[in-house]
């Protein structure tokens, strides 16, 4: 009776409620499922491959809302495992699960809810999405109760879970993508990977082990080297691809290498904020307030469709 005769403090009590949910979902780190995306980018424009604009949008959309969904899910799920050692992480420590703000049963109440949710409307679109979807979850869960712990291959599992989004937009599209793209996608995601891997062990010096037990094995050195290997290979792997004899036939131009150059300032100025600004930890957020990078992918969208669309006249 009380509650119904005060709607405006149930309301408010609904809101501390969610909040603290909302904060879990990590809604701002959906901008990696951006990667499902890349196959429609680049199956629209060859002309080997009938992709309808509005028709494609209308399942690869859907399709990057169904990884964000499960993706939550998995946060979640690494939340409610890592509890105890994010709580020794100068900011983990404030996650909602870590922090006392969301119990662990809410926690596995909508956990399971966005998995329930993620892989009915994967399988909507297309059985054999769903399945690139359970294989991700499949990963995932076995990434969060073993496999990171290992050190190095923490960071391979990381980057196969990109590879399987952008095999993920290509079978949600019926559509062919080029093995090039997929090992550009998995060196760029080991990149990224291991520049927050450095990142966390140099800020947390001696109380790195008890974040994250693979750290205890990666060497400041080491890693270095790791990252100047991975950045060049990446760099060299997406040369090939636009230079490649298959891309020229397929796109029907060979100027695509003029996009080269944005790749390179992309990881150069990556390297830059990870060795000068100690800012690799959050990689999604340097994709969403970094200047330079946001004026740079901004660049790379222009010049490739330029290219794609001069391509097309020829």
């Known amino acids: 009776m ?12 609904i809101v ?39 028709g494609s949008l209308l399942r690869v959309i859907p399709a990057a809302i169904v990884f964000c969904l499960v993706s939550s899910g998995i946060y979640l799920l690494n939340d409610i ?3 105890d050692a994010d709580r020794a992480h100068p900011f983990k420590k404030n996650r909602p699960i870590a922090s006392g703000e969301l119990s662990v049963p809410t926690a596995c109440c909508v956990l399971a809810g966005l998995l329930v949710v993620g892989c009915a409307g994967a399988w909507c679109l297309a059985p054999q999405f769903f ?17 990171k712990r290992v050190a190095l291959i923490d960071v391979m599992v990381i980057s196969s879970g990109f590879v399987l989004r952008a095999i993920a937009g290509a079978v949600v599209l019926h559509v062919q993508i080029s093995e090039w793209l997929l090992l550009c996608t998995f060196f760029l ?70 996009t080269i150059p944005f790749v390179v300032f992309g990881v150069f100025r990556y390297l ?26 901004v660049l790379y969208g222009i010049t490739a469709v330029v290219i794609f669309v001069l391509g097309a006249d020829h």
């Open 2 to 13: 009380w509650i119904s005769k005060n709607p405006g403090i149930q309301t408010i009590a």
């Open 189 to 258: 995601a080991i990149f990224l990977a291991l520049c927050k891997r450095r990142h966390e062990k140099v800020l947390l010096n001696d109380l790195a082990k008890d974040h994250r037990a693979s750290l205890e094995s990666y060497d400041e050195k080491l890693t270095d080297l790791l990252i100047a290997i991975i950045s060049a290979v990446t760099i060299v792997c997406y040369s090939m691809y636009t230079l490649s004899p298959t891309t020229v036939e397929k796109f029907g131009t060979s100027t695509l290498g003029f």
């Open 272 to 297: 830059d904020l990870a060795y000068r600004h100690g800012k690799a930890g959050r990689p999604e957020k340097v994709l969403l307030t970094d200047i330079p990078i946001l004026i740079n992918l």
């Open 81 to 83: 495992r890592d509890r």
């Open 131 to 147: 399945c690139v979807v359970a294989g991700y979850i499949a990963l995932q869960v076995v990434y969060s109760f073993g496999l």
């Open 16 to 54: 501390k409620e969610l909040i603290p949910i909302i904060r879990s979902l990590r809604v701002n780190q959906w901008t990696k499922n951006a990667v499902v995306l890349a196959a429609f980018f680049f199956a629209f424009w060859d002309p080997g491959q009938s992709t309808e604009f509005v």
